[in-house]
Structure formats: C-alpha cells, structure tokens
C-alpha cells in the first residue's frame, strides 16, 4: 500500500483577466515546496521564467509584469514540486 500525498498546490488564482499589463498569482502551498512560474506567449515562446526556490506552506502573492507585450494570449505556468499548473490568460 502507497500513502496518497496531499496536493502541494491549491487555489490558484490569476487576476484580473484580461489584464492591461500587471497580473497577480495569488496560490496556497500544503507543504513546503520548490516553486517556480513561466510565462508563455502563444507561439509557446517562454519569455518569462522565476524561480521562487523552496518556499514554506502558506498563502503567496506575486506580481508579474506583462507591459512590454503585445496584446495577445498567454499562458502562465506554475510548477510546484514537477506538479505543473497552467493558466491562459488574454493581455489586451
């Protein structure tokens, strides 16, 4: 028998969508975890990648700034522990 793991990541959530430029990610860790989110832009160009290394268990916040782009589609990917997560979001 396996023990099953909690889910390291819950409650993603990307605002506002669409976004004029400035977007937050708001997520919640279970357990402490290596983080890490890429922005990809519709051709699946990466053109944004952080590296928040192992964070604790609890709410977070970040900022990404998606100004210097054109007006298109985007994803965002977050990687929690090799766990992806992806969310599109529409940058007008």
Sequence with gaps: LTEMEEES???VVLYPNPTQGMLTLDFVLNNQSEVSYSVYNSMGQQIQFVDMGTQ???NYSQSINLEAYAAG???VQI???GQLTTKRITLQ
């Design 73 to 75: 589609i985007y994803m």
């Design 9 to 11: 990541l819950e409650a």
């Design 79 to 81: 990687v929690v522990d």
């Design 56 to 58: 604790m268990s609890g």
